[in-house]
Nanobody
Framework: VQLQAYGGGSVQPGGSLRLSCAVSGFTLKSAAIGWVRQSPGKEREGVSCVTTYDGNTYYADSVKGRFTISTDNEKNIMYLQMNSLKSEDTAIYYC????????????????WGHGTQVTVSS
C-alpha cells in the first residue's frame, strides 16, 4: 500500500490550493480515507475524511465551508480542495487510510503517505 500526497505550495491568505493523493494497493471504490495535518508546536489534526462506499464526508470545524474532499475512484486519487486559506492552515498535510469519525475526523490510521507542505503567508 502506498499513498503519495502532492500539490502543496505557498499561497497568500485567501488563496486556494488543491492537494492530491495517489493511492496504490487498494481501491478507493470502497474505502475510508482522508487528510491529517501537522504544524510545528501543534497537535496532529484530522482535517477531512470520506467513506467512499456511502459518500459521507467529515470535516474539522476549522475547515468546514472552506475545504472539500473528493475522490476519483477510477484514477484512485483523492483530492482536497482548499479555498479561503488562512495562515493557520500552514502545515504538512498527509493522506491517510483509517476510520472516519465525527469526533476525530479520521482515526485508527492503518496507512500514511508522505506529506506535502502547505504554507499560507503574505
Amino acid at each position: 500500500v502506498q499513498l503519495q500526497a502532492y500539490g502543496g505550495g505557498s499561497v497568500q491568505p485567501g488563496g486556494s490550493l488543491r492537494l492530491s493523493c495517489a493511492v496504490s494497493g487498494f481501491t478507493l471504490k470502497s474505502a475510508a480515507i482522508g487528510w491529517v495535518r501537522q504544524s510545528p508546536g501543534k497537535e496532529r489534526e484530522g482535517v477531512s475524511c470520506v467513506t467512499t462506499y456511502d459518500g459521507n464526508t467529515y470535516y474539522a470545524d476549522s475547515v468546514k465551508g472552506r475545504f472539500t474532499i473528493s475522490t476519483d475512484n477510477e484514477k484512485n486519487i483523492m483530492y482536497l480542495q482548499m479555498n479561503s486559506l488562512k495562515s493557520e492552515d500552514t502545515a504538512i498535510y498527509y493522506c491517510a487510510a483509517g476510520l472516519c469519525s465525527t469526533s476525530e475526523v479520521i482515526e485508527a490510521i492503518d496507512f500514511w503517505g508522505h506529506g506535502t507542505q502547505v504554507t499560507v503567508s503574505s
